[in-house]
């Protein structure tokens, strides 16, 4: 069955739809743990962006299963929407926007 969810991650050129087979369940935690370990580079778009990718899909680069991205979302959601934008600095989550900071601190 799986916990099929998606992070639009975004700046000004445009999003990266990331699709996590498993991640619904734990998708607020992960997000909140991929945007402190990119703090440092919030204001670096292309950085910031790789990072937080990076340790959302974690150790699991070499698997065959589990993520997907896209430059269209073409995934399946089965939780809330997330976007997390890199130009703005905010999170967009259950039909609010909050910054980063704020995002944290209020799920953390």
Do not use: C
């Amino acid at each position: 069955m799986g916990a099929r969810t998606v992070f639009e991650v975004k700046d000004a050129s445009g999003s990266i739809f990331l699709y996590s087979h498993w991640g619904g369940d734990s998708k607020v935690e992960d997000a909140i743990h991929a945007l402190k370990m990119a703090r440092p580079r919030w204001n670096d778009t292309t950085y910031g962006m790789r990072i937080f990718i990076s340790q959302i899909i974690g150790h699991s680069w070499d698997s065959e299963t589990g993520y997907g991205i896209s430059a269209k979302n073409v995934f399946e959601e089965q939780y809330a929407p997330m976007v997390i934008d890199f130009e703005e600095g905010t999170v967009e989550y259950l039909y609010e926007t909050k910054s980063f900071e704020d995002f944290i601190e209020e799920w953390e």
